[in-house]
């Protein structure tokens, strides 16, 4: 299951109406858009959240794979794509920027759906990793459900039902399942290949529990194709010290692997987090692009 976010202005209603989204793919130059021609990789019970105006106002089920179509609700015979969905309305849309602090760090730095400022970028379709949709799903269920359910006890109104809600219940708790699922199955296995690369050891300071060892991504999960994700090459075995300033951006490596460490660590604090300037890792010419990925993107 894939996530997707959509950006609809005007033709929301409608769109909605029809239960589906369509897009044109040949913009005036004759090109299609990276957002345009997204919308063919939409398989059947893939996720949607709906972006109208700066608010995700709906989530939906695709419930079919794209197809070839001229727009339903369109005044042309343009040929385009179609995905056929199952719309769930919020009760209470989420708006970007009221929780863009939290959402921010969400976002990657390829295809993000929203400016660094929480503006929606222009496009179409856009990708949601599933970090980003979980942060999404609990925002939505804290103010839709739980908010609600508090309201309605505080005024004894239980017995009030909205049948809005009662459907968006289990869309958002089957929908945060699967991407859980689907992140803690590719977590295992990346860290199955990635661990005898390392000698099933922490790459910096050699400790060999497998409790405290963690897959670290140098590309994060939320950058990469799902290739990328399961690439051993993509990252290194850790300690969960070591992999926390990794994944935070305190430290990175170079070509040679030789450490680098983040300004905002003083050095007279290095032996208290285990680090010093001259820590390398066996790094291979595979793992190169990674961590050159990593050094540019993520280290600060
Ligand atoms: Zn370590």
Redesign the pocket.
């Known amino acids: 299951m894939n996530h997707y976010i959509v950006m609809q202005g005007l033709t929301y209603e409608e769109d909605k109406e029809a239960g589906l989204i369509w897009s044109s793919q040949q913009d005036k130059g004759g090109k299609t858009p990276h957002s345009w021609a997204r919308v063919k990789e939409v398989k059947q019970d893939d996720r949607i959240f709906h972006c109208v105006k700066g608010k995700i106002v709906a989530i939906s089920v695709a419930t079919s794979d794209s197809e070839k179509a001229v727009n339903p609700v369109g005044t042309t015979e343009e040929q385009g794509v179609l995905v056929k969905l199952q719309y769930f309305e919020l009760e209470r849309p989420l708006t970007i920027k009221k929780y863009f602090n939290e959402l921010r760090t969400l976002l990657p730095v390829k295809y993000a759906a929203f400016k660094q400022n929480g503006d929606g970028n222009q496009g179409y379709l856009y990708p949601c990793n599933e970090e980003l949709a979980i942060k999404f799903l609990h925002i939505i269920s804290d103010t839709n459900i739980y908010q609600v359910e508090e309201e309605q006890l505080e005024l004894a109104i239980g017995t009030v039902v909205h049948t809005e809600r009662n459907s968006l219940i289990p869309v958002i708790t089957e929908t945060e399942a699967a991407a859980r699922r689907k992140m803690r199955v590719a977590n295992e296995k990346f860290k199955a290949l990635v661990a005898p690369y390392w000698n099933h050891k ?6 060999e529990l497998p409790e405290l060892l963690r897959a670290s991504h140098a590309k994060p999960w939320r950058e990469c194709t799902s290739k990328e994700r399961l690439d051993p090459y993509n990252g290194l075995l ?2 969960r ?3 926390a300033l990794y994944k935070q951006g305190y430290i990175a490596f170079d070509g040679t692997g030789l450490i680098h460490i983040s300004d905002r660590i003083p050095s007279m604090n290095y032996a208290m987090y ?1 680090i010093h300037a001259k820590m390398r890792v066996l790094r291979t010419e595979n793992n190169k692009p990674y961590f050159r990925w990593h050094r540019k993107y993520v280290f600060q």
Do not use: T, Y
Not at 202 to 207: E, Q, S, Y
């Open positions: 922490c790459a910096l300071c050699g400790i850790l300690c010290n070591h992999d285990d």
